[in-house]
């Protein structure tokens, strides 16, 4: 059987999961809705701003560890069952106030988002896409009935933060701010349910490039002793619960040499992620031409701004709508099952082009090396680290991250 027809039989037989994970998807970002309509809403007229006096000295550029360091303020907004949505504060960055008997302290009522605001020379600050994690950070806080809000109201007192701490978002390339908003459940009483208080935050951090030279590759370790996400699981949504577990198999696969684990599926052996990035592989098919596959979304992939980002690219390039040079000018752009049995006949075929993960802090991160069933498959990478496909798609991502490039993916702060 060819691998083309193995690879559409694997889809038939996942066709019902993926159907599944695409409805609920679409109903939890469809039904955006506070509450009941007496609740209140996330108000930013309502904000009120405590400024610091005392300045925090800022960070070397040079020895900057990724989200160690924070800024002056943090936006915080308490929600309560009864009344909805308090007003926001913007205050100091400092300690919260938790009873130990906080619901999330006992059963992971937590979730997150991760983004950046970055400055050009002019000084101008923009975000990349911050709509889709407002979206996505709705979607996480509907599946642990945590309450949901208004993201454009939320977006608004984002950049308020932003734009009060925005001499800390450094100017340098490659450098910029990751802002971490964050939602808990702050109920009172060790019951599980929906919590009846819960507490929206949001913290910024300065940071600088994720590979201190470069992009360098790194090695994987194809991981079938553990699973990250299984069907009908929680692995689509940004929910703290998810990444915890994750650390012990992230700790083992170093021990023999792996930076990151990458995340298997089913005796098939799909892959689904890389770490906590979302994975693409690049193998040119039987007539030649170039084919860019990532998982799709099946209730196991977490669905990145990145893996989005880097797929309407590529799929702009290959309609004709926004050829992106160093691209070749045929590409087929698949998000279908990928398994490992599949990658390593293109490896033995000569056919593989790359494999690389997809994320927001480090955007893209080429591998070179992946540990499967006790042997190492050699990944090809190009001069620089980066392959022929994530390299072009690379250098549009950041265009349009620092507005080089224009496009409606930057917002002005
Ligand atoms: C955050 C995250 C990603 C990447 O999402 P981006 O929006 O591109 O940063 C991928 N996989 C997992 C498990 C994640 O937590």
């Not at 701003?49 to 360091?69: C, I, N, Y």
């Not at 008997?101 to 990349?128: C, D, P």
């Not at 933060?161 to 964050?182: F, M, V």
């Not at 992939?301 to 992106?324: F, Q």
């Amino acid at each position: 059987m060819s691998l083309s027809s193995l690879a559409l039989r694997w889809s038939a037989r996942r066709a019902p999961l993926i159907a599944r994970a695409t409805t609920l998807c679409a109903r939890y970002n469809s039904t955006y809705t506070p509450q009941t309509a007496a609740l209140a809403d996330i108000d930013p007229s309502r904000l009120k701003v405590t400024k610091r006096t005392d300045l925090k000295p800022q960070p070397d550029l040079e020895g900057l560890a990724f989200g160690r360091v924070f800024t002056d303020h943090m936006l915080t907004i308490p929600w309560t069952a009864e009344s909805g949505w308090d007003a926001p504060q913007i205050t100091p960055y400092g300690p919260l106030h938790l009873e130990p008997s906080s619901t999330v302290l006992h059963y992971a009522q937590t979730l997150f988002e991760g983004m950046k605001a970055y400055k050009n020379a002019e000084g101008k600050v923009t975000l990349f896409r911050p709509d889709m994690n407002m979206k996505r950070m709705i979607t996480s806080a509907s599946r642990i009935a945590l309450p949901t809000f208004n993201g454009d109201a939320l977006l608004d007192l984002i950049k308020q933060l932003i734009r009060l701490d925005a001499h800390w978002i450094p100017e340098r390339p490659g450098y910029s701010l990751y802002i971490r908003p964050t939602l808990i459940g702050t109920q009172r009483a060790i019951g599980v349910g929906p919590p009846d208080e819960a507490l929206l935050f949001v913290i910024l951090s300065p940071v600088g490039p994720y590979y201190k030279t470069g992009f360098k590759p790194v090695a994987l370790h194809a991981t079938t002793e553990y699973s990250r996400a299984a069907p009908g699981g929680t692995g689509a949504f940004k929910l703290g619960a998810n990444y915890a577990p994750g650390v012990v198999p992230q700790r083992e696969a170093a021990v023999h040499g792996y930076s990151q684990n990458l995340w298997l599926h089913g005796p098939e052996h799909y892959l689904t992620e890389v770490g906590t990035m979302n994975m693409f592989v690049a193998i040119r098919n039987a007539q030649g031409v170039a084919e860019l596959i990532t998982p799709p979304l099946d209730g196991m992939i977490l669905p990145g701004v990145t893996r989005d980002s880097v797929l309407s690219i590529a799929r702009e390039h290959a309609s004709g709508a926004h050829k992106i040079s160093g691209l070749p000018d045929q590409l087929i752009v698949s998000e279908r099952p990928v398994t490992m049995p599949e990658v390593k006949q293109a490896l033995k075929d000569g056919a593989l082009l790359e494999l690389f993960g997809a994320g927001t802090a480090a955007i893209i991160s080429p591998v070179d090396r992946v540990g499967y069933l006790g042997d190492d498959l050699i990944i090809p990478t190009g001069p620089d680290g980066l392959g022929p496909l994530s390299k072009p798609i690379l250098a549009e991502i950041q265009g349009r991250q620092r507005g080089e490039i224009p496009s409606s993916w930057s917002v002005a702060v």
